[in-house]
């Protein structure tokens, strides 16, 4: 069912150029020219010799869960799923992503320094899709009329206002927006092709009736993006201010990537090769673009070289010469690589020779593919394919996404069959489990940040299905709610970055939000486009060109209601806010639901909330541990290992915590929501109206031992512009009421409350009730408790240098403590903040609270 009520990233490291800035929190991102590139010197092209049945691999599959192993050619053995299975033939740990580190390094929380105004490292503006202002255009070698020209009013003001935000927030990387009314762009979301004047050209092949995942187009490419799409390209280049834009970048891009080394071999004991395998996929797409655009072969010689130093005939070494080449023990940098692999192959098919053809296929069908059907069938008895039976996340999606477009890429110069054979396997696989990674209401089942990786692969694979065969075969459709998960990632990123409970996942490299584009035109939603247009991530990708609809026009924010609430019971959230547009908006987002069933990515976190305000993030996500710690992902029943670690016990979380225990995995939350389903209209500046409010509710009780009763209420008041948090409960043991700032804090002398600073804005926080019988304490940095269980051998916490951890703590009793938050607004006056009135949370109305 759809959403109920009203309806990050980090580059690659070898690109970052320093620029020294003010220690502002809102520097914006400046184009950084780029030199000349020249061409490589010519290598010999050999990657692997005529298809060769290699030895059988060792019984049994690496194990990653010890961090002292760093060889990856040492003896593999057994050991169990890592999600918390009890098949013993699974793999621990291959089941995760983990740090680009080295084991030896510890990995740092994202939010742990934000909202602090710090010297940044930006990185170069092309390759970031930071810059939104450049307006310089490469001209294309290929010309085509198959663009519809564009005209009217609304073409005439779209293409003179250019790009909507001016700018990107260096502190959380989203867009700025100008403060100003244009009604003659800025007007209802819509794909008609006369509102925006521009359109692609009708796509003249007629797939066959029924279709047939082995029946393909004829002509070539045949993944994501069509010829007749190409043919339209520098027509619509010209007029559609985006497309202008994102294309200078991917070749300022591949221009970067074309004077670096070729990706060196590197393998992480945790992580396998899945960075430089994304790296690689990262760099072809950008080779494979710019020479589809110039016809200059420089492109493709510099992309074989790539492509032949992945298949270990470099000058370099690359991985084990065995056929598990690509780790298929962590099948992930497999599917990575056989997507890279995949794209080379198809995008830039007339660039390459008959043996250069067969050498790109071989490798991939021998590194690739064939690991792939071994991981169906277990042929080997390693259960490579461990993420085939019933795991709904990233690495369903992410593994049969590349598998499908290798094979698709070379389906009818295959001999051996094998591309035929797989396909076989991963469309039915992946219907039943990567389109299930969605709740009904569009959440993303793993966490929020996890959805980068699953919506990309099934994004992938959706599209090369479409373009190739004619047909997706059901994959968008067979769970309606996929459809919403763009109305999720909207309304779970808040002015201060993404609300992002759970582990948040590693280095992204190719892995953007660009599907909103695709769903957005597969789904009709024009506001998921028109939202990711604007966002840093949607120019550093090639996908963006061919999966943005030109036909589309509008502001996302036009008519977008305030306040999302997403009330599948796995998940149970919601968020609320007061503007789209204004970087210093309010917003605030709870969370509810299960504890078990996220593939072990989850906190233990019921009633934990972040708080925006201002320009920066006031109440904050600690984020991931460090993936390598022993039994980090050893499964997700009360006694896991996993939750002995700081950031993902109760602890860690902004939320009540119960006789210093860990909340009950078994919790079953129930919630309640309100709103009175105010929208933003066309304008970027927008004011609530004063009597504009939402709230969200979740009885907790079922999450604690010791606990009788607990209502938890978070909501808007005065107009969106104060914060209501409430907790109605009732205990037999001690409790604490516990949040994570980067703040300085400073009790008040009474010792009712605290305010909060960060540069110069404030934030005050006061106890309304109870008026005594509680005290209000700090802790800087947050650490475990005294009283915590001990950490598993070998394990560790990372630190939390910069975060206060603010502690309410009471005996046992009844209560109903209710904490005010009130933004230091510059222009509001002290009379115009309000003190709420005390109502029960469960009487909670749209109108119980109004003065």
Request: contains cysteine.
């Amino acid at each position: 069912m759809p959403p109920v009520g009203a309806i990050s990233l980090t580059p690659p490291l070898e690109l970052f150029t320093l620029l020294l800035l003010p220690a502002c929190p809102r520097a914006l991102v400046l184009l950084v020219s780029l030199p000349p590139s020249t061409p490589p010197t010519s290598a010999a092209r050999l990657l692997v010799p005529p298809f060769v049945r290699r030895p059988p691999p060792p019984p049994m599959a690496h194990n990653y869960s010890s961090t002292q192993q760093s060889n990856p050619f040492a003896t593999p053995q057994p050991s169990p799923h890592p999600y918390g299975s009890t098949n013993p033939n699974f793999n621990d740990s291959t089941g995760l992503v983990a740090p680009l580190q080295a084991h030896s390094k510890k990995r740092f929380s994202r939010w742990v320094l934000i909202g602090i105004p710090v010297l940044i490292a930006i990185i170069l503006a092309a390759v970031l899709g930071g810059v939104l202002g450049s307006r310089a255009h490469h001209n294309s070698s290929v010309s085509s009329n198959a663009a519809a020209q564009p005209t009217g009013a609304a073409a005439s003001a779209q293409e003179q206002i250019g790009l909507f935000a001016t700018g990107t927030d260096s502190l959380y990387m989203l867009p700025l927006y100008p403060s100003t009314t244009n009604t003659a762009a800025f007007t209802t979301p819509t794909f008609e092709p006369q509102a925006s004047g521009l359109s692609w050209p009708t796509d003249s092949w007629t797939p066959p009736s029924p279709p047939s995942p082995t029946q393909v187009r004829p002509d070539r490419p045949r993944l994501i993006a069509p010829s007749y799409k190409w043919q339209a390209l520098p027509e619509l280049i010209q007029h559609e201010p985006y497309m202008k834009y994102w294309n200078d970048s991917i070749f300022a891009n591949a221009t970067v990537y074309y004077n670096e080394p070729v990706v060196a071999y590197y393998y992480d004991s945790g992580n396998g090769i899945l960075d430089i395998a994304r790296q690689i996929k990262m760099r072809i797409k950008a080779f494979s673009y710019v020479y589809r655009m110039t016809n200059d072969t420089k492109w493709s010689e510099r992309a074989f070289l790539e492509l032949q130093n992945a298949a270990g005939n470099g000058t370099n070494s690359f991985g084990p010469d065995t056929s598990e080449r690509w780790n298929p023990t962590h099948f992930l940098d497999t599917a990575e690589m056989s997507a890279a692999f995949a794209i080379a192959y198809d995008w830039m098919y007339d660039a390459w020779n008959s043996t250069e053809k067969e050498q790109i296929m071989w490798t991939m069908i021998e590194y690739g593919l064939t690991a792939g059907v071994v991981g169906y069938t277990n042929s080997n008895g390693l259960y490579y394919g461990w993420w085939t039976d019933e795991v709904q996340g990233n690495w369903n999606c992410v593994c049969n996404s590349g598998l499908t477009m290798g094979a698709l890429a070379i389906l009818d110069d295959d001999p051996t069959g094998t591309a035929a054979q797989l396909l076989g396997y991963t469309i039915p696989n992946a219907i039943l489990n990567c389109a299930e990674a969605v709740s009904s209401d569009g959440t993303w089942q793993e966490t929020p940040n996890y959805w980068y990786f699953g919506v990309t692969g099934h994004a992938e694979m959706a599209s090369s299905l479409v373009t190739a065969t004619g047909s997706d075969f059901d994959l968008l459709s067979t769970n309606p709610g996929f459809q919403y998960t763009g109305l999720f990632h909207m309304h779970v990123t808040g002015p201060g970055t993404m609300f992002e409970w759970g582990d948040s996942g590693v280095q992204t490299y190719s892995t953007t939000a660009n599907p909103m584009l695709f769903y957005g035109d597969q789904y009709n939603h024009p506001e998921y486009m028109l939202f990711q247009r604007d966002q840093h991530d949607a120019a550093s990708d090639p996908w963006s060109m061919f999966w943005y609809n030109p036909a589309v026009s509008g502001a996302f924010w036009d008519g977008m209601p305030l306040d999302g609430f997403f009330n599948n019971h796995t998940d149970g959230w919601g968020s609320m806010r007061s503007s789209w547009t204004d970087e210093d908006a309010l917003f605030i987002a709870m969370k509810a639901g299960t504890l078990q069933g996220h593939q072990t990515h989850n906190d233990l976190d019921c009633g934990d909330f972040v708080l925006d305000a201002l320009g920066t993030r006031w109440i904050g996500e600690l984020g991931d541990e460090n993936y390598l710690d022993p039994g980090y992902f050893s499964n997700d029943t009360q006694d896991s290992e996993r939750w002995l670690y700081y950031r993902k016990r109760t602890e860690g979380q902004n939320t009540i915590l119960v006789n210093r225990a860990n909340q009950l995995v078994t919790a079953q939350p129930t919630i309640d929501y309100g709103t009175d389903n105010v929208t933003q209209g066309s304008s970027t500046v927008f004011t609530p109206p004063g009597n504009s409010t939402a709230f969200f509710t979740a009885d907790l009780a079922s999450a604690y031992e010791n606990v009788t009763s607990f209502h938890r209420g978070i909501r808007m008041l005065n107009g969106r512009r104060q914060v209501l948090l409430q907790d109605d409960i009732t205990t037999n043991t001690p409790f604490m009421w516990r949040v994570h700032t980067n703040a300085s804090v400073t009790v008040d002398s009474d010792g009712q409350g605290a305010t909060l600073q960060i540069g110069n804005e404030k934030v005050l926080l006061q106890v309304l009730s109870p008026a005594n019988g509680y005290n209000i304490t700090t802790q800087t940095p947050a650490a475990r408790l005294d009283t915590d269980p001990p950490l598993p051998p070998g394990g560790e916490d990372l630190p939390n240098t910069g975060v206060t951890v603010i502690m309410i703590n009471f005996e046992p009793g009844t209560y109903s403590l209710q904490v005010l938050f009130s933004p230091q607004w510059a222009e509001m006056a002290a009379n115009e903040y309000v003190t709420p009135p005390s109502v029960p949370v469960t009487s909670w109305t749209l109108t119980s609270h109004n003065s």
